[in-house]
């Protein structure tokens, strides 16, 4: 029958609310919840996605023992076996765990009550290691706990918003458009976007500052002397709620205003105007994310920020505070549980005796670690060099995204026992797996998310799981029963590992930590499945109250005030001139991380369909490449191919490309593998956007494109990138040669019978060269070769995937590659909602449409989830100005 489930989008830390609609015929769509408080009722282009997701294709449904199919029950047992050998002949610290912030709190708080409990061992780490851990870091060493004191209301509050490392446009979208739309209704909104990058998010920006990578450290400390000598700072809250203010501006007084200009690469001028806007404007939010945290001076960059909001008083109060943007939609909740390797369950901490008894006593646990364990970068170290022995990897994907990944594959092979559970069996890591362990995805899955603004949401089920996958906090409590521990996971619901988890939070709290939940700690299961979204704290036997933090001082540390801290602004990375570029990474707007659910949108994937380069023009010039050509980028660790996307946005000697395309989507694209594993000396977190490499330009000798009906197989090309399309998969190629059977190359590639003859053409002056496979009326594949990067219209062939080609002309027509004058190329698509390519947008241009809105009017663009209408705005600037000269 058909039924409405509310439920919670699972990509980014916003926490959207869904509604999944279940027709009667299985179908599924979604769309926002209305009633959600932090989305209420929008999505952006990937949540919008999310029914085209739930395909079965390539899930891993069935437990597989090296690779065979197997029993549950004998997957486990082995699973369990072979962990209780290993602690048994080497100690606890020779298992590990490393999990994900996509996890449900349910699932990471019996992983960590498993790992930290019951083995006895901290070595748990988690991707949240990659992404949160220098936040989390900073908060406690500023705090005394890891509090994100504010809510996303105060973004519509502020008369100043601050987004610094942070592409929310794209990686907060829909945080984006409450920024975007409170900022249209109140244009005296400061918004000023801090990034090497002028990013889609500086698109509303009234002041972009294209700071030089980690510059933020000598940046904020120039802030702080400034509000310091400009009579800015709040004495009566610095000094009735916190400490050391002193040596932290003396720390920060090391540059003036010369030097602080080359340390962040800005304009005096422009320094001396972003710090009067912050010291004139009281409501002040400054939101960070990865460009602050993935840095090997991250926790420096985190306590730098919090530093200027603790010394003007602007935190905790409506519209004030400083505000870490988190990337997953769990990794609050992760940080709750204490999924790090160095914290504790319930905020409480590893290194405190005490913290250490009080969980043990709660547990009943015989064996809680005494110390904390291998953070990410040195967990797969010790794999690498046979300290750990049996490895179990969950929900997330690290030969894709660990810094140094080639490493990390070559650890993660050489390992003894390799446990992966997963949604999809063929992924750069599952592929390595002793056992594999089919997981419940989302839709499947239930249980509860915590989001940026400590908002907790149930995801819930709609959808029956499938094959064999179960649950991940099954499979733990499986494991875990059968090494021993039956009394301590004896759990049959999420709904008890909720109670649990939030009896735990309250247990001896009495107002000491900051987490606490104890309200739902006997919550029945009829209540859990109801539960609403609710912000923490939440502690029992009070009203629920939605409430920020600090306003009035009471932080964590023993004398409840807050700490600055002395940071100093790092010396600049040395430029080696053998790799005399910086490579950045990071995320596109309709991608996530490592593509195993976003690359099976075909709308998703065709608003970025390949691996790419930012470069500035003139760089580009020195290596003399232009749009279009492929880049051959090297570190001393490895080495990537992609192509060359030649834009004055990015700041000259930078590069940036995305972190997500991976060995089942491109032949040479993990961006990880060029990253060295350098790492914050507080946080362990990876510099992922500060790497020194060298670029060239790829001599191909012959460039391709392709559609095909089928998934291509075994692709034998020097250059290859595949994306899913409507009706099939498109891809990119290139050569190194100029001969070669390309007949016999696509019925490999393509499975094409050996009855079907191709059409072929070839153009002598050009070089160019087609061939098309139809059964029928029905496109099998086409392929497009040149000795230049193919100028085929892309979503125009792909079209013709979904096209009847009843006539001969027509067929002729594709092998030709030329669209008819009735079909005209809609061009790259900018709206993935509505497919809409950037001609027609210009078209609509033309003829008069120069605002989003007009635009959206005549070609829906931008007038469903909106993630795109920086970019439309952007179009429109281009063409007005381009018209202009
Ligand atoms: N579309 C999409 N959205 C996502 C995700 C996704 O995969 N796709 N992933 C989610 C996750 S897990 C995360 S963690 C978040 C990440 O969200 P963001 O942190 O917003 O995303 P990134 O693209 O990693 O990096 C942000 C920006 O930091 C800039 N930057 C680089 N170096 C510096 C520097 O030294 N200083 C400053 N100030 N800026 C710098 C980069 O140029 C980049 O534009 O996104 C979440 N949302
Ligand atoms: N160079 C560079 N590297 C980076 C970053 C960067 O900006 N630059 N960003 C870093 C950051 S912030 C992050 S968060 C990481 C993300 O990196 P990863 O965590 O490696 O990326 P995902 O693709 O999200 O991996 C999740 C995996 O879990 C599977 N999965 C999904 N749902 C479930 C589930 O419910 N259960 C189980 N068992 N499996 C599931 C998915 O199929 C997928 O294979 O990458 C980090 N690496
Ligand atoms: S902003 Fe987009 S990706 Fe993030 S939670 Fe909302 S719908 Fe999902
Ligand atoms: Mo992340």
Redesign the pocket.
């Known amino acids: 029958m058909a039924h409405e489930v509310k439920t919670t989008c699972?990509y980014c830390g916003v926490g959207c609310g869904v509604i999944a609609r279940v027709s009667d015929d299985g179908a599924v769509s979604v769309k926002g919840d209305p009633e959600h408080p932090a989305n209420f009722g929008r999505l952006c282009s990937k949540g919008a996605a999310l029914a085209e997701t739930l395909d079965l294709d390539g899930r891993l449904l069935h437990p597989e023992i090296g690779g065979r199919r197997a029993g549950w029950d004998e997957a486990l047992d082995l699973v369990a076996e072979k962990f209780s050998q290993s602690i048994a002949e080497h100690g606890p610290d020779s298992v590990a765990l490393y999990v994900?912030?996509?996890?449900?709190t349910e699932?990471y708080y019996l992983a960590n009550k498993l790992m930290k409990g019951f083995i006895g061992s901290a070595n748990i780490d988690t991707?949240?290691r990659?992404?949160?851990s220098s936040s989390v870091a900073g908060h406690r060493r500023a705090f005394g706990s890891d509090t994100v004191p504010g809510s996303y209301e105060d973004l519509e509050l502020a008369d100043l918003v601050i987004l610094t490392g942070s592409n929310m446009a794209w990686c907060h979208p829909v945080l984006y458009q409450r920024l975007a739309a409170a900022k249209a209704n109140r244009p005296e909104m400061q918004v000023v976007v801090i990034d090497p990058r002028r990013t889609m998010t500086a698109d509303i920006a009234d002041m972009h500052l294209a700071i030089a990578p980690d510059g933020d450290v000598a940046l904020f400390n120039g802030l702080l002397v400034h509000l310091a000598e400009s009579g800015a700072i709040g004495w009566d809250y610095v000094s009735a709620n916190t400490n050391g203010f002193a040596e932290a501006l003396q720390a920060a007084s090391g540059l003036d205003l010369p030097a602080l200009s080359d340390a962040t690469g800005l304009a005096q001028k422009q320094l001396r105007e972003f710090f009067r806007l912050f010291e004139a404007t009281e409501k002040v939010v400054t939101c960070y994310s990865?460009g602050v945290?993935?840095s090997s001076a991250g926790t420096d960059k985190v306590n730098a920020i919090l530093n200027c909001h603790l010394a003007a008083g602007r935190i905790g109060r409506p519209g004030m505070g400083p505000f870490s943007l988190t990337?997953?939609p769990n990794?609050m909740g992760g940080r709750e549980v204490g999924g790090l390797a160095n914290m504790l369950a319930a905020h409480l901490d590893i290194e405190k005796s005490v913290d250490r008894d009080l969980v043990r006593r709660f547990w009943g646990a015989p064996a809680v670690a005494s110390k904390p364990g291998l953070k990410a970068v040195d967990m797969f170290r010790a794999v690498a060099d046979g300290r750990i022995k049996a490895l179990w990897i969950?929900?997330?994907?690290?030969v894709?995204?660990?810094?140094d990944a080639d490493a990390v594959e070559a650890a993660i092979k050489a390992c003894p026992f390799v446990v992966v559970?997963?949604?999809?069996r063929q992924?750069d890591?599952?592929r390595h797996a002793h056992v594999a362990?089919p997981?419940?995805?989302?839709g499947e899955?239930d249980g509860t998310v915590t989001n940026s603004e400590r908002r907790i949401s149930r995801q819930r089920a709609f959808l029956a799981a499938p094959g064999e996958a179960r649950a991940?906090w099954w499979q733990l409590a499986e494991v875990a029963r059968r090494m021993g521990f039956q009394e301590a996971f004896r759990h049959s619901s999420q709904s008890e590992i909720f109670a649990e988890h939030a009896a735990l939070s309250g247990f001896e709290n009495d107002g000491r930590r900051d987490f606490d939940i104890s309200a739902h700690a006997v919550i029945e299961t009829a209540a859990y499945d109801a539960l609403a979204p609710f912000q923490w704290p939440q502690p029992k036997d009070k009203a629920p109250q939605e409430r920020r933090f600090f306003a009035e001082g009471g932080f964590y540390h023993a004398d409840g005030r807050a700490r600055f801290i002395a940071v100093q602004a790092p010396q600049p990375r040395r430029v080696d001139a053998a790799f005399p570029y910086t490579l950045n990474?990071?995320?596109v707007r309709d991608h996530?991380?490592?593509?195993?659910?976003s690359g099976k949108s075909a709308r998703l994937s065709s608003h970025l369909a390949e691996p790419f380069v930012e470069i500035h023009p003139r760089d580009a010039q020195t290596i003399g490449v232009s749009d279009a050509d492929l880049v051959t980028i090297e570190s001393p660790l490895g080495a990537a191919i992609v192509r060359a996307l030649v834009t004055d946005r990015q700041a000259e000697g930078n590069l940036f490309v995305p972190?997500h395309w991976n060995d089942q989507f491109a032949s040479k694209a993990r961006?990880?593998a060029l990253?060295a594993p350098l790492t914050d000396p507080f946080s362990g977190q990876?510099a992922?956007?500060n790497v020194a490499v060298r670029a060239k330009r790829f001599s191909a000798k012959t460039y391709g494109f392709a559609v095909s009906a089928t998934k291509p197989e075994g692709l034998d090309a020097a250059y290859w990138a595949v994306a899913k399309a409507e009706g099939g998969w498109r891809m990119e190629l290139a050569q190194t040669d100029v001969d070669g059977d390309w007949i016999d190359w696509c019925r490999k590639a393509f499975s094409i019978p050996a009855e079907i003859d191709p059409i072929g053409y070839t153009d002598r002056t050009s070089g160019e060269f087609r061939l098309a496979f139809f059964d029928g009326e029905r496109l099998l594949a086409a392929l497009f070769l040149s000795p230049r990067p193919v100028a085929v219209a892309r979503n125009w062939a792909v079209s013709q995937l979904s096209a009847s080609h009843a006539n001969l002309s027509k067929r002729f027509a594709v092998a030709a590659g030329r669209p008819g004058a009735d079909k005209p190329d809609p061009g790259a698509t900018v709206c993935s909602c509505f497919s809409v390519g950037v001609n027609q947008i210009t078209a609509a241009i033309r003829e008069g449409c120069h605002s989003v809105e007009a635009v959206g009017q005549k070609t829906s663009a931008g007038t469903n989830c909106g993630s795109c209408r920086s970019e439309i705005r952007g179009i429109i600037h281009a063409c007005l100005a381009a018209a202009a000269e």
């Open positions: 699972p994900s912030g996509q996890l449900l699932d991707n949240s990659l992404c949160m990865q945290n993935q990337g997953q990794a969950m929900a997330t994907n690290p894709v995204s660990m810094p559970s997963e949604m999809q992924t890591t599952a362990l997981s419940l995805g989302w899955k991940d990474t990071g995320r996530w991380h490592t593509m195993t659910r972190m961006i990880d990253v990876p992922s956007k």
